[in-house]
């Protein structure tokens, strides 16, 4: 991942466009998580010490769908990121054509403005070369510092890429440096948790950890189609018939790697006022009952797996974390890699938001903003707006 970054290029009066991740939840026109606006301040503080002419940002916001649907506004990110950047930031009503334009053009010196949601535009999503061109008017340099969008070729995170000088931003540049090395050279024990729903999410990013991990813990949904892989009853609990074929596979050739929970929660309904028992794995789920999360038990035997551990990548979660009865297995999975001397690595989505509920986002060594675009990395592929990146010599 030798890529040039913002270090690596003169910014000193030039037009800098750059493209951020402010895919933020709003509601009734005010932010209500500002973790994404926040992961960029560094970098855009660091291009702004550069006294560059101006900064133009750019980012979607939800699927609009190719069409102008103000409930998908960027506008309501404004105060946010004026307030932690310290600075005036300035709107514009489109992110190209004219309005974009005449935005730019009335910037002070080291300005910054919003452009509006670039998926405003159904080229934007099929990387449009001319949208692309249309974004590529507003500046001299592309930093791209969306590692959350980076999996995705779409004009403003590989088009625009092709037609400036593209580095990337030291938000980008962190989460490569966690991710790419927790693939490539992990310090070991290296040990991969996964969880979520489903196997068939993750089959390629499990295989890949297979080959590079010591241990791989797996609790969540996905455990349930690997639980009745090898012929355990699993009642009503969430599994994946069109899976087990691979389960079984992946099963058969991890050896002692692959480790799974020998007892969890189990409930008589999907409810969190459901009543629960705990049951150990190999005697079968109940007629009429599911599994919702792991019990205390498992989570001890994670954490011996765990004790040793130099370097953990987590991705997904334990059990249901949205109802607090079965988010127990999650949030004490998440104390355990807070009291780590490990090199602790949360790979976004939903074991982010747990970590982030737990309030110990602050004891681990990295937290991606990035779900898709971290999965995608740790099954080995290669990310489009990454690539798109100038090298280094």
């Not at 992990?186 to 996964?194: D, G, K």
Request: contains cysteine.
């Amino acid at each position: 991942m030798n890529k040039k970054t913002i270090r690596d290029i003169d910014l000193a009066g030039k037009r800098v466009l750059i493209r951020v991740d402010f895919n933020v939840p709003v509601k009734d026109g005010v932010v209500t998580d500002d973790t994404r606006v926040r992961a960029a301040i560094p970098t855009l503080k660091a291009i702004l010490d550069e006294k560059p002419k101006y900064i133009a940002l750019m980012s979607h916001l939800g699927r609009p769908k190719g069409e102008v649907n103000p409930a998908y506004s960027l506008k309501p990110v404004v105060p946010v990121l004026a307030g932690l950047l310290g600075v005036d930031v300035a709107f514009a009503d489109d992110c190209v054509g004219e309005t974009a334009k005449t935005a730019a053009a009335a910037l002070p010196a080291g300005g910054v403005l919003l452009l509006e949601n670039t998926r405003f535009y159904k080229g934007e999503t099929k990387n449009d070369p001319e949208l692309a061109a249309q974004l590529a008017e507003l500046g001299d340099v592309y930093v791209n510092d969306a590692f959350g969008s980076a999996h995705r070729a779409h004009s403003s995170t590989e088009g625009v890429a092709q037609i400036l000088p593209a580095v990337g931003g030291l938000l980008m540049e962190k989460e490569l440096d966690y991710l790419a090395n927790a693939v490539e050279s992990p310090e070991r024990p290296f040990v991969a948790i996964l969880g979520g729903a489903k196997v068939s999410d993750k089959i390629a990013v499990i295989e890949s950890l297979l080959d590079k991990c010591d241990k791989l813990l797996i609790g969540g949904g996905m455990a349930n189609t690997f639980f009745l892989a090898q012929g355990i009853a699993m009642a009503d609990s969430l599994v994946e018939p069109d899976a087990l074929d691979t389960a079984q596979d992946l099963l058969s050739k991890s050896g002692d790697k692959l480790v799974l929970p020998a007892e969890v929660v189990i409930a008589d309904a999907f409810d969190n006022d459901a009543n629960t028992q705990v049951i150990k794995v190999a005697d079968g789920v109940p007629a009429g009952w599911r599994i919702l999360d792991i019990s205390a038990g498992a989570v001890e035997a994670f954490r011996e797996v765990l004790k040793d551990a130099r370097t953990v990548v987590w991705n997904g979660p334990m059990g249901v974390f949205e109802m607090p009865n079965f988010a127990k297995g999650t949030f004490q999975v998440a104390e355990i890699l807070a009291e780590s001397s490990a090199t602790t690595i949360i790979g976004g989505g939903d074991s982010a938001a747990a970590v982030a509920q737990t309030g110990l986002a602050d004891k681990m060594s990295h937290i991606s903003t990035g779900g898709g675009a971290s999965l995608e990395l740790l099954e080995g592929k290669q990310l489009p707006g990454v690539v798109a990146l100038a090298d280094r010599e």
